[in-house]
C-alpha cells in the first residue's frame, strides 16, 4: 500500500493543524495506522496510533490531550488534529501503516511496514 500525507505548514504556538493520511485507493479498516515525526538531529518519535480492531488509540504522552488521531471519509483516511500546539512539536510528520502489529506494539516504529513520504510541521514562537 501507498502512502501519503498532507496537512503540513507554518503556524504560531498555539495554533491547530490537522494532518491527512491517506492509502492508495483503498481503506484503513483492517489496518492499523500511526503518526511518527522526526525533528532535526532526532531519531524518528511515536506520536499516536490508532488500532486495526475496534480503533483504539494511543497517544505520546508529550501530545496527549492536545492531538487526535482518528478514522476519517469512511475510513479511508486517517487524521491527527494538531492542537495548542509548540515549538517543540516543529518535526517531518510521516504516517504508517501496518495489518499485522499488535496493541502492545503500537509506538514501535520497527513494527511498520509502511510508510509515506512525510510532511513538515513548523512551529514558531
Known amino acids: 500500500v501507498q502512502l501519503q500525507a498532507s496537512g503540513g505548514g507554518l503556524v504560531q504556538a498555539g495554533g491547530s493543524l490537522r494532518l491527512s493520511c491517506a492509502a492508495s485507493?483503498?481503506?484503513?479498516?483492517?489496518?492499523?495506522v500511526g503518526w511518527f515525526r522526526q525533528a532535526p538531529g532526532k531519531g524518528r518519535e511515536f506520536v499516536a496510533s490508532?488500532?486495526?480492531?475496534?480503533?483504539?488509540?494511543k497517544y505520546a504522552s508529550s501530545v496527549k490531550g492536545r492531538f487526535t488521531i482518528s478514522r476519517a471519509n469512511g475510513a479511508f483516511m486517517v487524521n491527527l488534529q494538531m492542537n495548542s500546539l509548540k515549538p517543540e512539536d516543529t518535526a517531518v510528520y510521516y504516517c504508517?501503516?501496518?495489518?499485522?502489529?499488535?496493541?502492545?506494539?503500537?509506538?514501535?516504529?520497527?513494527?511498520?511496514?509502511?510508510w509515506g513520504p512525510g510532511t513538515q510541521v513548523t512551529v514558531s514562537s
Open positions: 504508517a501503516a501496518s495489518r499485522g502489529i499488535i496493541y502492545s506494539a503500537l509506538e514501535d516504529v520497527e513494527q511498520y511496514g509502511y
Open positions: 485507493g483503498q481503506s484503513f479498516r483492517s489496518w492499523s
Open positions: 490508532i488500532f486495526r480492531s475496534g480503533g483504539s488509540t
